[in-house]
């Protein structure tokens, strides 16, 4: 922490480590995500006091431990829901939820669509590795079908989730996607993210190296990005590819796909438009790439502001009691019909 | 009817020390409000009562059959009374259906007022009548009264302009005017009510006062009845009342706690019978600053609760049994985190789905023992409807002060039953709060898991706190620091000393009381909402000359400090419960006392007169 010229207290970097040992694998994704958020945390103004990250189980989630804010390391899958609590009761703080692809999409599922529905203020972010780190190594419900774990030894059964259409589909009103070994480009989705008034949801693709190595790498190593990772950029036309040879088109039916940009007119190009209200050219988009070995958007695939519901929580308190005074409790307890007896 | 005197009072009217009035007929004939409105009016005249509404769990059974049958029971006195009486003494029946269902819990001699238009032969056949009741003779062991109360009901709405067909809706109008006649209650605050409750539907209340008054008149005019009866207000102790169920004095509860802590209030909850009401309730006073959100699911309810009081606001969740199987996780969780905490679980039948919408006391060892690992929880429960609000104050208070998660049991009979209910003078009610930690506790350190030597509990400190920064979690931690720790040693102790926490309150709570003395021969133990029952069988036994002692537990974890003296005072214990056995279990292994059991399980209290018979033949053995 320093007071710089103005007076005004900077943190950094040093100001959101907690002392905790970091014990992921060495060589694990979330290290690079952890060290993106602490180095994002001190240029959002916010202090650690007024930070609060709450996970649920899973490698991920032990990130809360890491963190010098305040933070709850919940049970399986019932993070958004403790956030939601934190959050609902104070709405001065800015509250972060860690989960992986099994906590929030397998057990805990229900809780993540219906807080993105209501549109709760929270900045979720789902590190998905496709498959279960911490019980070492069983399939996860973003698992590719055929996938061999110890659970699935003859190829996975379980159709996976497409964790940004689960998103777009519970009507999230902010929906990105990143990857661990851009941390340019994490940064940018999670400061956008937490500058969401609403819930904001986060998909990066995190490389577990012990139990599924190289999931992304056909996509997210160096040399292949520029013809595998389509950025989104709002009012842009989607392009990507060496001199942006590639682009992405609709059909007549909405359906995204890739051509070659010398083959199409300029106007057929799709403009990517974030703040669509309709989310289904965003939903198109997220589908785009049936797996991460094709080329795939990363971004902001939505933003749109609508009723937030914590605000929405508080504007009703503020109303019943400008509508009926602070609450009296002799009043309360002695509504309704009474009677005297006495003595 | 049994319980008349008979010298006749000036008026004509005929006193009455008691009444047991069942209102019964198909789940849409409006059966649980017209005995709310008899409720209030008896409340209002000033006699004691207890009441105990019954209904199906389908939302409309298939009209006309047994399985539709909803019915409201309702006890008056001039006198203290705490059950809300094991026989009817009138039974209003408005279809075949609610007189079958209900003829087996009469007495001979009963009174029973029966809608004739209701016993055509379609409605006979749907009750399983092979012949009409009313012609067979099977019924001469009762009073019968044969009244029309349907066709004199749209005969009475005819001038207002109603249909038939909705005029006919009123008919439980009619049966409440011509019981107000009988037990001779004033009209006036039954149309005011229903002036209000109607105002914006003038035809529906028009038709409804027009019935009640022809079911009055008719009391008055016709040649049935020789005589209306009358009971005298009970001789209460003096101030304000109401009456109240148990879920909103339960409501009423938590607020006064929220509001003497000076924490604001989150509520989450899923709906659930017989819970859900509690809910309706706290979202109509937000200006409490009560924060109700009704979750996606139990699991998620308690986790919103738990969130709330880690950002420093009271956090409350309710349920009923299955609903508590779901929250079990989060509720380790809470002990874990050592978080304030209240579940309120409105105990139902079960197991699973079980019976919705009737009372049990089977959550008991649930409340204790249902989560893994050794996860000890402070368990209180209510024993009256009114009570509930002393109950759910006293679960907030412990909450705090030890920072533990509580379960507050009540149950459908408390939730949906009422009473008359003392106001409490709510500026005497005690200050809970406690405060938040603002300052490190360790030299320049904060340690989270730094206990009051005292009470055990940990510092409070919420975020928005600069310097206090912590991180929490379900995984085992330190002693202190709260560190993530898997030292065998550190477990043994942090088990121990979360035992001992919750053991510690023990020193904190009164002494149970017992009413009787030492050395009687049978001491009746009770808890949650056999008190009133319990109450009344053990008068009836020193009625009887026997010296018999009952004491009622409101704290089953801890138990009251003197609870092994107080058992070991007699030579014989009775345990009375709703379920098949649990608190004597708990006392039997935890005293080495040869409790004896009483149980049952048929959704319904206890009769007094159960708990009476059972004490005589312990005392005969």
């Given at each position: ?28 994704g ?14 959002l ?6 930070t ?20 709850i ?33 397998s ?7 219906h ?24 399939y ?25 259409s ?7 009103s ?18 956008r ?45 989607v ?73 929405e ?31 | ?125 749907k ?20 009244i029309?109360?349907?066709?004199i ?6 001038p207002?302009?109603?249909?038939p ?31 209000e ?14 019935a ?21 207000p ?24 929220s ?18 009401d ?36 009271l ?29 309120v ?18 959550d ?46 009540t ?13 409490p ?19 320049d ?30 995984l085992?931690k330190?002693?202190g ?10 477990h ?5 000393v ?44 020193r009625?009887?000359?026997h ?15 003197n ?9 014989k ?9 649990q ?9 080495l ?29």
């Amino acid at each position: 922490m320093s007071d710089d010229s103005t007076g005004s207290v900077k943190f950094t970097r040093k100001d959101f480590q907690s002392d905790q040992e970091v014990r992921w694998c060495p060589g694990c994704g979330d290290y690079s995500v952890l060290t993106a958020v602490q180095l994002l945390l001190p240029d959002l103004d916010v202090a650690p006091e007024n930070t609060v990250f709450i996970s649920g189980i899973g490698c991920s989630s032990r990130f809360p431990y890491y963190m010098n804010t305040y933070g709850i390391h919940s049970i399986h899958g019932r993070a958004p829901a403790v956030a939601t609590g934190v959050a609902i009761a104070r709405p001065d703080l800015d509250v972060w939820v860690i989960t992986g692809d099994g906590d929030a999409l397998s057990i805990g599922g229900n809780h993540l669509i219906h807080t993105l529905r209501r549109n709760v203020n929270l900045t979720i972010i789902l590190f998905n590795n496709q498959i279960y780190g911490l019980t070492k190594g069983q399939y996860s419900p973003t698992s590719e079908v055929g996938k061999v774990t110890k659970s699935s030894p003859l190829g996975s059964v379980d159709f996976p989730f497409n964790p940004l259409s689960v998103a777009l589909g519970a009507e999230a009103s902010f929906v990105a996607r990143t990857h661990d070994m851009d941390r340019n480009h994490m940064t940018e989705m999670f400061r956008r993210a937490h500058d969401h008034r609403g819930a904001a949801f986060v998909e990066v693709y995190q490389n577990c190296n012990v139990f599924n190595d190289g999931a992304f790498a056909e996509i997210t190593s160096r040399d292949s990005r520029e013809s595998m990772l389509i950025e989104l950029r709002h009012g842009e036309p989607v392009r990507f590819g060496e001199n942006d040879s590639l682009c992405v088109v609709l059909n007549e039916y909405g359906e995204a796909s890739v051509a070659k940009a010398d083959e199409v007119e300029a106007s057929r190009i799709l403009v990517h438009d974030e703040k669509r209200r309709d989310p289904s050219v965003a939903f198109s988009l997220s589908r785009l790439a049936e797996h991460p070995t094709q080329p795939t958007p990363i971004g902001v695939f939505r933003a749109v502001e609508r009723l937030v519901y914590d605000d929405e929580l508080e504007r009703q308190l503020a109303q019943a009691s400008a509508e009926r005074g602070p609450g009296n409790l002799a009043e309360l307890v002695g509504s309704g019909a009474t009677w005297e007896v006495s003595g | 009817m049994s319980a008349h005197t008979r010298d006749a009072p000036p008026n004509d009217a005929e006193s009455l020390t008691r009444v047991v009035i069942r209102f019964a007929g198909d789940s849409g004939d409006g059966m649980q409000l017209t005995g709310d409105r008899f409720t209030d009016v008896s409340a209002i005249f000033g006699n004691d009562l207890v009441t105990l509404p019954n209904y199906p769990a389908e939302i409309r059974a298939p009209a006309g059959t047994i399985a539709g049958v909803s019915s409201f029971q309702v006890h008056i006195s001039d006198h203290d009374i705490t059950t809300p009486g094991d026989v009817p003494n009138v039974l209003v029946a408005m279809n075949p259906a609610a007189l079958k269902a209900n003829l087996g819990d009469l007495s001979s001699g009963a009174t029973i007022l029966v809608n004739t238009d209701a016993f055509v032969d379609r409605n006979l056949e749907k009750a399983g009548y092979d012949t009409n009741p009313l012609e067979d003779g099977s019924l001469d062991a009762y009073t019968i009264f044969e009244i029309p109360m349907t066709s004199i009901t749209k005969k009475a709405c005819e001038p207002l302009g109603v249909k038939p067909r909705d005029a006919e809706r009123s008919k439980n109008y009619f049966a409440l005017g011509l019981i107000s006649w009988m037990y001779s209650r004033p009209t006036e605050p039954i149309v005011a009510w229903t002036e209000e409750k109607f105002a914006k539907k003038e035809l529906v209340r028009d038709a409804n006062i027009a019935a009640f008054k022809a079911g009055y008149n008719f009391g008055e005019t016709a040649e049935l009845f020789d005589h209306p009866f009358e009971i005298s207000p009970a001789p209460l102790p003096a101030g304000h009342y109401r009456n109240v169920t148990g879920n909103i004095a339960t409501t009423y509860g938590l607020i006064a706690g929220s509001q003497q802590a000076r924490l604001p209030m989150v509520y989450a909850s899923y709906p659930i019978t017989p819970a859900s009401d509690i809910l309706h309730e706290l979202s109509r006073h937000k200006n409490f600053g009560v924060r109700t959100m009704q979750a996606e699911d139990e699991i998620a309810a308690a986790g919103v609760a738990i969130g709330s009081s880690f950002a420093g606001q009271l956090g409350v969740t309710a349920t009923s049994g299955p609903g508590v199987d779901l929250k079990g996780e989060a509720l380790g969780l809470a002990i874990s985190l050592e978080l304030p905490l209240v579940i309120v679980n409105v105990q139902r039948g079960g197991p699973s789905t079980g019976l919705p919408t009737k009372t049990e006391q089977s959550d008991l060892m649930l409340a204790m023992y249902g989560r893994h690992g050794e996860a000890p929880m402070p368990v209180l429960a209510a024993r009256s409807p009114s009570d509930c609000f002393d109950a759910a104050f006293e679960a907030v208070r412990i909450a705090l002060k030890y920072r533990t998660p509580v379960m507050l049991l009540t149950d459908g009979y408390l939730a949906n039953g009422s009473e008359p209910w003392l106001l409490p003078d709510v500026d005497t009610l005690p200050d809970i709060s406690v405060p938040f930690t603002t300052e490190p506790n360790d030299g320049d350190e904060f340690l989270p898991y730094l206990r009051d030597p005292e009470t055990l509990a940990r510092p409070w400190a919420v975020p928005g706190t600069p310097g206090l920064m912590h991180r929490i979690g379900g995984l085992e931690k330190e002693d202190g620091t709260g560190n993530v720790n898997y030292d065998p040693d550190n477990h043994d102790h942090m088990c121990r000393v979360r035992a001992a926490k919750v053991a510690g309150i023990a020193s904190d709570i009164p002494p149970l009381e017992v009413n009787g003395a030492d050395g009687d021969e049978l001491l009746v133990l009770s808890w949650g909402s056999t008190w009133g029952v319990v109450d009344a069988g053990v008068r009836r036994a020193r009625t009887r000359g026997h010296n018999v002692a009952h004491a009622h537990l409101r704290y089953l974890n801890p138990f009251p400090e003197n609870l092994g003296a107080v058992l070991s005072a007699h030579p014989k214990v009775l345990v009375p419960e709703m379920n098949l056995g649990q608190l004597s279990k708990l006392v039997r292994a935890e005293f080495l006392v040869d409790a004896q059991s009483l149980t049952q399980v048929r959704g319904v209290p206890f009769h007094a007169e159960e708990i009476e018979t059972t004490i005589l033949e312990m005392l005969d053995e």
